[in-house]
């Protein structure tokens, strides 16, 4: 069984950058799909991206797409989130998650999930 860790939440200012980190320990790293997924207060979980046990494939949902970039090391067992061009709409904790099979965009198909990191956009 796999923890997650992530960490790198932050106050950041619209228009900055930022950088998630997943940090994974127990299980073995190699075998599963990551994915990032965030919430708002008073809003559901949302997906934001998955990446394959590989790195090869990875999708991302629209409202991020080319802002945000999802990369792994297998060799570390972490996994990243790089996110640019932040916009207040962005704050969230956002969560990594971990699963068996292919990339996904929906939440309950994570077995494995992290406590969360705050991030905060101010405009």
């Known amino acids: 069984q796999v923890q997650l860790v992530e960490s790198g939440g932050e106050l950041v200012q619209a228009g900055g950058s930022l950088r998630l980190s997943c940090a994974a320990s127990?299980?073995?790293?190699?075998?599963?799909?990551m994915g990032w997924f965030r919430q708002a207060p008073g809003k559901e979980r949302e997906f934001v991206g998955s990446i394959s046990r590989s790195g090869l494939t990875i999708y991302y949902a629209d409202s991020v797409k080319g802002r945000f970039a999802i990369t792994r090391d297998n060799a570390k067992k972490t996994v990243l989130l790089h996110m640019n061009s932040l916009n207040p709409e962005d704050t969230a904790v956002y969560y990594c998650?971990?699963?068996?099979?292919?990339?996904?965009?929906?939440?309950?198909?994570?077995?494995?999930w992290g406590q969360g990191t705050q991030v905060t956009v101010f405009s």
């Open positions: 127990g299980g073995t790293f190699g075998t599963y799909t």
């Open positions: 998650a971990a699963r068996f099979g292919s990339p996904v965009d929906r939440a309950d198909e994570y077995a494995y």
